[in-house]
């Protein structure tokens, strides 16, 4: 379904809005400052092909966005690999999995979500509205896909039957990853060139919550997921600029502890 672009501009609109009024990158003027916080982070086990960009959890275990193959592999929590979903994705950089598929986000041409069932049979494929481009991350939560839109530098609600978007949520950050979403709020991986960190914002306004900055010797995160208590993330081995497999935590997946 193709969206029509003056319903796109208003509710991108109404995104913007909301999280210009609520001071959402800055926490406004007089605003205490947005908490900054510290992590640990517990290096857990391979992927399955060593090249994990994306991740989300299912009743079943945690899904696998292979960059490299962009395969969606499924695994039990200690690293088992329980199946393997072939999808005709490139440069998997996001996925989403919910409603019965698994929902991967193209982080090359010819861009886009690729809609997948669990055959690895391609339902749909659909651009990110006005514009398309690329994007480093998705999560799916109750019919919606949030996605981290590189074009509109922006996380991107949107409905996942009518591919209508719903609100945006801009980010100045040089460098916008994975999602998560959790307890009303949606977090994001970002940060410099050497040094990473997250961001957690309210999935109502926009406003920003609480920063979160890793340490040199953490683990490069990719993807991202929230499952009982902690976010998870993996190390792809692949970073702009970067060696190949320079992090020496590349290929694993990882727990991520609040501090």
Not at 1 to 22: I, Q
Not at 117 to 130: C, F, N, V, Y
Not at 172 to 182: E, L, Q, Y
Not at 249 to 258: E, N, S, T
Request: a neutral charge; hydrophobic letters at 35%; glycine letters at 14%.
């Amino acid at each position: 379904m193709k969206t029509r672009r003056r319903e796109f501009l208003g509710s991108l609109a109404v995104g913007l809005m909301g999280t210009r009024l609520d001071g959402a990158q800055t926490g406004g003027r007089g605003a205490p400052p947005v908490p900054v916080r510290k992590v640990k982070t517990t290096t857990l086990f391979k992927s399955p092909e060593e090249y994990p960009n994306a991740i989300a959890v299912s009743p079943e275990g945690l899904w696998i966005g292979e960059q490299k193959s962009d395969n969606a592999c499924l695994v039990d929590w200690k690293g088992k690999l329980l199946k393997t979903v072939k999808t005709e994705s490139k440069n998997t950089s996001g996925m989403g999995v919910g409603g019965g598929y698994i929902w991967m986000a193209a982080n090359a041409a010819p861009n886009g979500i690729f809609q997948t069932d669990m055959s690895g049979k391609t339902i749909a494929h659909r651009q990110i509205p006005l514009g398309g481009g690329g994007c480093h991350g998705a999560e799916y939560v109750d019919g919606k896909l949030w996605i981290a839109a590189l074009r509109l530098r922006g996380i991107l609600k949107m409905d996942a039957k009518t591919w209508q978007p719903e609100f945006l949520i801009p980010y100045s950050v040089p460098r916008a990853h994975g999602t998560a979403f959790h307890d009303g709020a949606i977090w994001m991986v970002t940060g410099q060139d050497d040094r990473a960190g997250l961001i957690k914002y309210d999935a109502e306004t926009g406003k920003v919550l609480e920063t979160v900055q890793f340490s040199e010797s953490d683990p490069d995160p990719h993807g991202l997921a929230w499952h009982d208590g902690a976010l998870y993330s993996c190390d792809a081995g692949i970073h702009p600029g970067w060696p190949e497999n320079k992090s020496p935590a590349h290929g694993y997946i990882f727990r991520i502890d609040l501090l």
